[in-house]
Every structure is written in structure tokens, then in C-alpha cells.
T-cell receptor, first 115, second 116 residues
Framework: QKEVEQDPGPLSVPEGAIVSLNCTYS??????FMWYRQYSRKGPELLMY????GNKEDGRFTAQVDKSSKYISLFIRDSQPSDSATYLC???????????????FGKGTKLSVIP | DGGITQSPKYLFRKEGQNVTLSCEQN?????MYWYRQDPGQGLRLIYY???????QKGDIAEGYSVSREKKESFPLTVTSAQKNPTAFYLC???????????????FGPGTRLTVL
């Protein structure tokens, strides 16, 4: 079983739709969770960062973590064509020492928002 | 402006040649990383460095080499031993190498390497 599973899509939605992006993970030691947005031929940019179960909201974006189910989600409300990008989930453990800084990435979900 | 710069943006290499990709950051970050991104495979870690004059192999280090002589610079050399070097290469950095597990990584804009 892969450590992080993420549906690669592609996912195509009409403008204004609510988008749900998801990742599952198998290692319960993973405690910090990130979502990156990557536009074509660009580097990933950090979108959301959470380290506890529950929801975190930032504008149109909501990150949700369910550690009991090992499941994280990113919701995008009122989606815009400018949200068209690949979304990568990433996570890391809470332990210190060698390896604690290494991120485990999902493969990314490609999202297209159609005007 | 603070950030991570990578150069060149596009690089073409003939088979058998070594090439060096540049990564510079002015964020005063301790740790730096190199990733390779291929379609459908996500990001794979090549090398990382927690501190100046120290670096460690990642998951796919074969055919690559790095140096970390200055805090702000972490160049990656793709050698002729790398059998399939065509990919998108990303550099990242973290404020504090291992002292704070809450740190996350910030990425540069990437270099697309194509072997002709």
C-alpha cells in the first residue's frame, strides 16, 4: 500500500462549483498536513497547512483533517478558472531527528475550472 | 524580495554531458532539497541538506551530485550516469533543518531539463 494515495484526476468542474480534493494515508505517524497548488510549469506554492484534526479555513479554501480515518480534504468554494492547477497533498511526521523534515507527497490532482 | 530562485528555467543537454542546475535562496533557511517531478509520479526526493557542508541522499540519488558550500546555495549536477534525466527539477527550502517539526517546505520555480 502506498503511503499517500491521491486521485490524479483530471477533475473538471464548472465555474462556481464546490471542489473537493482528497488524500488518504496509511502511516499514523504522519501528523502535519499541507496542500500545495502547482500551476503548469511552475513550482508548487503552499496553500494550506494544518496539524490537527478538524477544519481550517482561508478565504475560499478549507482544509479538513480526519486523523482517525487517515483522510484529508481540500474544499474550494466558488471555484474560479484561476483555480485550474494541480493540487498536491503533502504530509510529515511529528518526530524529531533524521527524516522529520521530509515530506511525503501525493501524486497530485489536476483540476480544471471551466468558465 | 525574499525567495528561492532556480536557473536556468529551461536546459537542454546532449547525452553524455554533465549539467549543473542552480538553486539560490535569500530566506536564510537552513535546509534545502532537490526533487524531481515526472508526469504521473509526483515529487521524488533526490538530495537534501540540513546545514552547510552536509547533505544526504534521498530516494533517487543515483546519477546526481550536490554541494552545499554556502547556506544560500545548493547546486545540483545531473551526471551522464543518470539514465533518464529529462524531467522537471524543483528546489525547496525549510527554515530550520530538524529543530522544528512544524516547518514545511517552500519551492522554487523549477528547471525543466531535456536531454536531446
Amino acid at each position: 500500500q502506498k503511503e499517500v494515495e491521491q486521485d490524479p484526476g483530471p477533475l473538471s468542474v464548472p465555474e462556481g462549483a464546490i471542489v473537493s480534493l482528497n488524500c488518504t494515508y496509511s502511516n499514523s505517524a504522519l501528523q502535519y498536513f499541507m496542500w500545495y497548488r502547482q500551476y503548469s510549469r511552475k513550482g508548487p506554492e503552499l496553500l494550506m497547512y494544518t496539524y490537527s484534526s478538524g477544519n481550517k479555513e482561508d478565504g475560499r479554501f478549507t482544509a479538513q483533517v480526519d486523523k482517525s480515518s487517515k483522510y484529508i480534504s481540500l474544499f474550494i468554494r466558488d471555484s474560479q478558472p484561476s483555480d485550474s492547477a494541480t493540487y498536491l497533498c503533502a504530509m510529515k511526521g511529528a518526530y524529531s531527528g533524521a527524516g522529520s523534515y521530509q515530506l511525503t507527497f501525493g501524486k497530485g490532482t489536476k483540476l480544471s475550472v471551466i468558465p | 524580495d525574499g525567495g528561492i530562485t532556480q536557473s536556468p528555467k529551461y536546459l537542454f543537454r546532449k547525452e553524455g554531458q554533465n549539467v549543473t542546475l542552480s538553486c539560490e535562496q535569500n530566506l536564510n533557511h537552513d535546509a534545502m532539497y532537490w526533487y524531481r517531478q515526472d508526469p504521473g509520479q509526483g515529487l521524488r526526493l533526490i538530495y537534501y541538506s540540513q546545514i552547510v557542508n552536509d547533505f544526504q541522499k534521498g530516494d533517487i540519488a543515483e546519477g546526481y551530485s550536490v554541494s552545499r558550500e554556502k547556506k544560500e546555495s545548493f547546486p545540483l549536477t545531473v551526471t551522464s550516469a543518470q539514465k533518464n534525466p529529462t524531467a522537471f527539477y524543483l528546489c525547496a527550502s525549510t527554515p530550520r533543518g530538524t529543530s522544528d517539526s512544524r516547518d514545511t517546505q517552500y519551492f522554487g520555480p523549477g528547471t525543466r531539463l531535456t536531454v536531446l
